[in-house]
């Protein structure tokens, strides 16, 4: 028998076995913020309930398991019928159906519904972003369905269910469902003006049939799908169901899966429609604002699974900081780490602290709160744009706080890096978010009253954040030619919320060093 050559060592342990909401005083913090006393108790239970089900073994093996064992697509059956069908790895399953019972489908359900989803979606992205992908878009699909009474009459109770029925087959049969989002084409990507996918119309009032093709639709196993296409009267809003009334099959033609950089348990598939059968949701020739609601709500979730994926990524560093010794110290005591992980925690709470604001936003606004829901007109893209972008170098420096273990993928932290651009291309890409900024600033002046009530809530406390909102509303003051600068405006948008949010209610030395390194021109290019 061959002798030991070495003993292990200095290595730090799994971060498992602890409870991801409890452990994160931002988030707790939030919600305890943002939710009516009369509700808090109950909430605070259940999501450190599901905080322990995201910080365990278990649901951190499905999620590596979801992973490293991606969707396969099967176009036909043996017998060379067409089937259309995706199969999925047995984690993916017990994921979707962790996340829809714990009710991240569910905010449009119950008082706080809104606060209470987003701290659970910041946690569950920390276990497998992929699957959240189907959980927002149904989650979001809701206000679309709203435009038609008779149509979220019979699906609203199935999105919002906590019940997950895998199985495809009539939504009259279905225990609870899942949808998803058909925007895009080839020819025009973000531009949907350019789509061409057509919809004649049929005998029976309002269902039509499509013809064209989606180049992006992920969660190709949902039972619906909102996709727009050209129907007589202009751009429409169309419900494309999986499985029509009579339970045969509807016409939906997948014809590849993406090989994506990440994201790589959750299917995206390249599908077409030929003689596909429809709904119209909304009126014809309102396809955008019929859907607008629904892309809103998925640009938040962006938002959130961005915060969620730097929370775990900085999580993991500090983990490995706190056991990991070099040159006579744990890492964690030595100066120089300590500036860099507490410059990355100070970028995870800006982010969780703004993302929950306007989770608590989407709530008040569903109460008929008018100014709120006017901020989130501003704040939404705002947030959209820079948390998502920031994700990305917080990952990764993270990773580079883990040495060459965080380049293994055994680490997971590579997973990390790999997700960590995603949410800033989902829902519209950078220049798209600036863009809508533009527009929120040219045509609705409610929202910049809003953004400048709830930022000015700040004034006075610190002057770095006074002297950045003064110089912004110099920028605002000129907005000729404001495009090619959009990115920059868009920044300081974010940047001043942040800073007026994290004066208002996170420590004093989290708020100080904010300004200092984010808005007093303290910081550098680097973490």
């Not at 699906?155 to 997950?164: A, F």
């Not at 789509?195 to 619906?224: Q, V």
């Not at 680490?411 to 978010?433: D, F, H, K, T, Y």
């Not at 929120?440 to 409610?446: F, I, K, N, T």
């Amino acid at each position: 028998m061959a002798g030991s050559t070495h003993t292990v060592t200095n290595q730090a342990p799994p971060l498992v076995g602890h409870d991801v909401f409890t452990g994160d005083r931002a988030l707790t913090a939030a919600v305890e913020r943002h939710l009516a006393p009369e509700l808090r108790e109950e909430a605070l239970a259940e999501l450190s309930g599901l905080g322990r089900s995201c910080g365990s073994l278990q649901t951190r093996e499905w999620g590596e398991q979801a992973n490293t064992n991606p969707p396969v697509l099967r176009t036909h059956d043996r017998y060379g019928h067409r089937v259309d069908e995706v199969d999925f790895h047995p984690a993916w399953h017990r994921l979707l159906g962790k996340g829809v019972a714990a009710g991240l489908t569910a905010a449009w359900t119950r008082p706080g519904g809104h606060v209470r989803r987003a701290a659970g979606f910041v946690m569950w992205t920390q276990v497998e972003a992929g699957n959240c992908c189907p959980l927002s878009m149904t989650h979001a699909a809701v206000p679309a369905l709203r435009a038609d009474p008779d149509l979220a009459a019979e699906w609203e109770p199935r999105l919002t269910s906590r019940v997950y029925d895998r199985e495809l087959r009539p939504a009259r049969l279905k225990a609870g469902a899942l949808f998803g989002m058909g925007m895009t084409e080839k020819q025009g990507g973000s531009d949907v003006r350019a789509n061409t996918t057509s919809a004649r119309p049929l005998a029976e009032d309002g269902t039509y049939e499509l013809t064209g093709h989606k180049w992006f639709c992920s969660a190709p196993m949902s039972d619906g799908f909102l996709v727009l296409a050209r129907a007589p009267g202009g751009l429409t809003c169309f419900l494309v169901p999986r499985v029509l009334a009579d339970g045969t099959r509807n016409v939906f033609l997948i014809q590849r899966l993406k090989d994506k950089l990440g994201n790589r348990s959750n299917a995206s598939a390249e599908v077409e429609f030929d003689g596909t059968w429809a709904r119209r949701v909304g009126e014809e020739g309102r396809g955008v604002p019929t859907i607008i609601d629904m892309v809103a709500a998925t640009r938040v979730d962006c938002v959130l699974g961005s915060a969620g994926l730097m929370r775990q990524a900085v999580a993991q560093a500090v983990h490995h900081c706190g056991y990991r010794e070099a040159f006579g110290a744990k890492l964690a005591d030595q100066p120089l780490m300590r500036n860099v992980l507490a410059d990355l925690a100070i970028e995870s709470e800006a982010a969780t602290t703004l993302a929950l604001r306007l989770a608590a936003a989407q709530d008040a606004a569903g109460d008929g709160d008018e100014r709120e829901r006017a901020l989130l007109r501003l704040a939404v893209p705002a947030a959209k744009y820079w948390v998502t972008k920031r994700c990305a170098p917080v990952v990764v420096e993270a990773a580079e706080c883990l040495g060459g273990n965080g380049y293994v993928e055994e680490s997971g932290m590579p997973r990390l890096v790999r997700e960590s651009p995603l949410n800033s291309i989902w829902e519209g890409a950078g220049n798209v978010q600036a863009l809508d900024v533009l527009r929120a600033l040219g045509r609705e002046p409610l929202a910049m009253d809003a953004y400048l009530t709830e930022v000015g809530l700040a004034r006075g406390a610190d002057h770095r954040l006074d002297a950045a909102i003064r110089g912004l509303l110099t920028e605002l003051a000129d907005l000729a030619d404001a495009e090619g600068r959009a990115r920059r405006l868009v920044e300081r948008l974010a940047l001043v919320l942040q800073g007026s949010l994290l004066v208002r209610y996170a420590p004093p030395e989290v708020a100080d060093a904010f300004c200092a390194a984010r808005l007093g021109g303290d910081g550098g290019a680097a973490f």
